[in-house]
């Protein structure tokens, strides 16, 4: 089956250390996504792609930064991981054209920053 | 600031019974609309997208839509317990741009 796939999925780290989560995906989408989600916070979106050459900040990009190695891997870093910044990641994909925004999630990166 | 606006809940209703969830939102050049599913710890599922106002059903669950009130609601009719969920509404200003969710509601299902 055509699937995102998301790793790690949990992650236990120091404040200061350097993290990366790495997405993947099955679907032949050209777009993808990063999301981070807190309690009481509802979805927000970090970074997005649109194709290789196109990255583009979302709501709360400061403390992130984002790699396309290739269409089918998008990958988010913290340089320098921070307590605030634990939560549950979920990076998405979606195609382009007519639905194209049905946005497709993968199962979630629970990172816990000590 | 483009928002999407949902009551947190919960929402409790009895098994058999109709949900009604409801979502405003602030930009009126707003173009699609969708509802998510999300279990807790689990990741948002889609369930319905809309882009015309009306009505649009698909099994137990309809979309509605209105752009001239900014409303867009979600009825789950004969509600299961299995549909105790968080129910995400997101919202696309306009091509090429990423979606914008709301903060979900919760809903509750008792048997």
């Known amino acids: 089956d055509a699937d995102v796939t998301q790793t790690p999925r949990n992650r236990i780290t120091k404040t200061g250390k350097r993290i990366m989560l790495e997405c993947s995906q099955t679907?032949?989408?050209?777009?993808m996504y990063w999301y981070r989600q807190d309690p009481g916070l509802g979805l927000r979106l970090i970074y997005y792609s649109f194709d290789v050459k196109d990255i583009n900040k979302g709501e709360i990009s400061d403390g992130y930064s984002v790699s396309r190695q290739a269409q089918a891997k998008f990958s988010l870093s913290l340089e320098s991981a921070i307590p605030n910044q634990t939560a549950l990641y979920f990076c998405?994909?979606?195609?382009?054209?007519?639905?194209?925004?049905?946005?497709?999630f993968g199962p979630g990166t629970r990172l816990t920053v000590l | 600031q483009k928002e999407v606006e949902q009551n947190s809940g919960p929402l409790s209703v009895p098994e058999g019974a109709i949900a009604s969830l409801n979502c405003t939102y602030s930009d009126r050049g707003s173009q699609s609309f969708f509802w998510y599913r999300q279990y807790s710890g689990k990741s948002p599922e889609l369930i319905m997208s809309i882009y015309s106002n009306g009505d649009k059903e698909d099994g137990r669950f309809t979309a509605q839509l209105n752009k001239a009130s900014q409303y867009v609601s979600l009825l789950i009719r004969d509600s299961q317990p299995s549909d105790s969920a968080t129910y995400l509404c997101?919202?696309?200003?306009?091509?090429?741009?990423?979606?914008?969710f709301g903060k979900g509601t919760t809903l509750s299902v008792s048997s």
């Open positions: 997101a919202v696309r200003l306009r091509a090429g741009t990423a979606l914008i």
């Open positions: 679907k032949g989408h050209d777009r």
């Open positions: 998405a994909t979606s195609a382009q054209g007519q639905g194209g925004n049905e946005q497709f």
